[in-house]
């Protein structure tokens, strides 16, 4: 006869509530950092960009809400700046350091 493995204690209703909201905690919480980052910084970018441009060009002069347009396009434009880099000049340096290390 076979043996059968002794079966593991069952967690209790509250045990696996916390280890459900934790792992839910931990999925969503970098999704939420990048969110409140970027959106702070877009906020950051107009709040020190948009006094210097003249009326005639600031959309909120003909528009009744706030239009978050020049953050959010030098978001864009660094992060695009940033992966470039990133592909680019960081990538062959990561494979030359790991020649290195196999030679």
Do not use: C, H, W
């Not at 079966?7 to 905690?25: D, V």
Request: hydrophobic share 50%.
């Amino acid at each position: 006869m076979p043996d059968i493995p002794p079966s593991k204690p069952q967690k209790s209703f509250l045990q696996r509530l916390r280890t459900y909201f934790l792992t839910g905690l931990v999925v969503a919480s970098p999704v939420g950092i990048t969110i409140y980052l970027a959106l702070a910084f877009i906020d950051l970018i107009d709040r020190n960009i948009k006094p210097l441009i003249p009326a005639a060009y600031n959309p909120e002069t003909y528009l009744p809400f706030p239009l978050p347009g020049i953050g959010l396009v030098f978001l864009f434009l660094m992060l695009t700046v940033l992966g470039f880099f990133a592909a680019n000049f960081l990538g062959r340096t990561l494979i030359k350091i790991g020649e290195k290390i196999l030679n």
